[in-house]
């Protein structure tokens, strides 16, 4: 039997070690972002398409490369496919702003 | 809007449909499912046919998520409309009765109907000046003459009035004697005279089509408000079923459902819906019991001789049954009669 005092600080302690990950995870998000907004403008000099399929599936296959788990391949693409679908609007409004 | 692809669509007819939306304009979220990949589309889809893409290969279906109508609808506006007329509020706390005859048909049966029906607590009188009949043949109605009484005998009972407009040319001869123009099921459909009253700053009390689904009233209802007048009130009467019994089928479900949808005050007319005296009651029970903000009735001081619709008008005294009956259903509801 686990004492019930351990275990509820336990469960504090590794709350605040995913408050410090969160904290990690949104700035590289940030920092992720900010090369989009860099794309998003050189997409809008060279008049080039924002929805770049190929391109997505490549950053897919790299993530999914990447991890060693315990998400599974398919949780980290849906991840993924949602810091993609942000990651275009970024670049969207970075190129419209050319 | 929300695009669910085929189970088997390949990677390239998914590709094709978020190219196509994203240079349109559109943000895209995307969710791969296990069997179906689902698009979301952000931003203003109102301008897309979702048509164009349930045709493109590998869409399966294309939900709009966002209603059509806007302006009626409770996303447009949280609280509830409270419509104004004379000094009468109808979506407010109280409930409201509407009645009186079907058509007006001389100063004696008028002002005795009106006599009768304040007296037992209505507060609009109701009497159609200009009939939608069925037959050519038929008693078509007294007119202005017949609106000139019908004001007479609100100001004398201090009632409210209501009357349907049949058509544009009829609105501004209406105005001075009606404080809530109605439309009636057969036009409601009727965009050209829905828009002309958009124009007008009167309620309008907008019936339900005998046909017509919940989403075509309300989208009925936003060509009177799109013109400017927000003061719409819309009144189930019964809608076409298998059933031959009833002339109608009174949809009680309907009131409920707008008063999610719409902020606007929704009322019944179980008159019309049931085409008979002895099932106008139990009905009119159960409106108010299924949270209508007022109820339209037709009464006649003596229906037998009635000249249009007698068998479905109430006796005043029945109607005053009907009344004491409502004040026992009414605070159950958390409303006042």
């Not at chain 1, 005092?5 to 590794?14: I, Q, S, V």
């Not at chain 1, 920092?31 to 997505?56: F, M, S």
């Not at chain 2, 007294?142 to 349907?164: C, H, I, P, W, Y």
Request: charged share 25%.
């Amino acid at each position: 039997m686990v004492d019930r005092d351990d275990a509820e600080n336990d469960l504090t302690r590794l709350r605040d070690a995913i408050d410090r990950v969160d904290e990690v995870l949104v700035r590289l998000l940030n920092q992720r972002a900010k090369y989009a907004v860099e794309i998003g403008e050189l997409k809008g000099h060279l008049g080039l398409p924002i929805y770049a399929p190929d391109r997505e599936k490549q950053v897919l296959q790299h993530v999914e490369a990447t991890s060693a788990g315990p998400l599974e391949t398919a949780a980290m693409r849906r991840l993924f496919e949602r810091i993609i679908d942000e990651t275009r609007r970024v670049e969207r409004e970075a190129s419209s702003h050319q | 809007m929300v695009i669910v692809m085929e189970k088997h669509s390949t990677e390239s007819n998914i590709e094709h449909v978020v190219a196509e939306l994203t240079t349109r304009g559109f943000d895209v979220h995307r969710s791969t499912g296990s069997e179906h990949t689902v698009l979301g589309v952000v931003g203003h889809v109102d301008t897309i046919d979702p048509r164009e893409f349930e045709l493109m290969e590998g869409v399966q279906e294309v939900v709009r998520i966002s209603e059509p109508y806007k302006l009626s609808s409770r996303t447009f506006r949280r609280e509830k409309t409270v419509v104004k007329a004379r000094g009468v509020e109808i979506g407010g706390h109280d409930v409201v009765v509407m009645a009186g005859p079907c058509t007006i048909e001389n100063e004696h049966q008028l002002f005795e109907t009106a006599r009768r029906v304040a007296k037992a607590g209505a507060r609009v009188l109701r009497g159609g000046a200009y009939k939608p009949r069925t037959s050519p043949y038929a008693f078509q109605g007294m007119g202005v003459e017949g609106l000139k009484l019908l004001r007479a005998a609100g100001d004398q009972f201090n009632l409210a009035t209501v009357s349907e407009v049949m058509e544009i040319s009829q609105i501004e001869g209406m105005l001075p004697y009606v404080d809530i123009l109605q439309v009636g099921a057969r036009n409601m459909q009727n965009f050209n005279l829905l828009s002309a009253l958009g124009q007008i700053r009167k309620p309008i009390l907008l019936k339900r089509g005998m046909s017509a689904t919940i989403q075509e009233w309300l989208l009925a209802s936003e060509y009177i408000m799109s013109g400017g007048n927000y003061e719409v009130i819309l009144c189930e009467r019964g809608i076409r079923t298998f059933e031959t019994y009833t002339r109608n089928t009174l949809d009680i479900s309907a009131i409920p459902v707008i008063d999610k949808l719409s902020h606007l005050p929704i009322i019944a007319d179980p008159s019309h819906a049931v085409g008979r005296r002895d099932k106008v009651m139990p009905l009119a029970r159960a409106i108010v019991a299924a949270g209508a903000d007022g109820l339209l009735i037709e009464v006649h001081h003596d229906p037998e001789k009635a000249v249009c619709d007698g068998p479905q008008s109430l006796y005043p005294d029945q109607f005053t049954r009907l009344m004491d009956e409502l004040r026992i259903i009414v605070p159950a509801v958390g409303r006042r009669l």
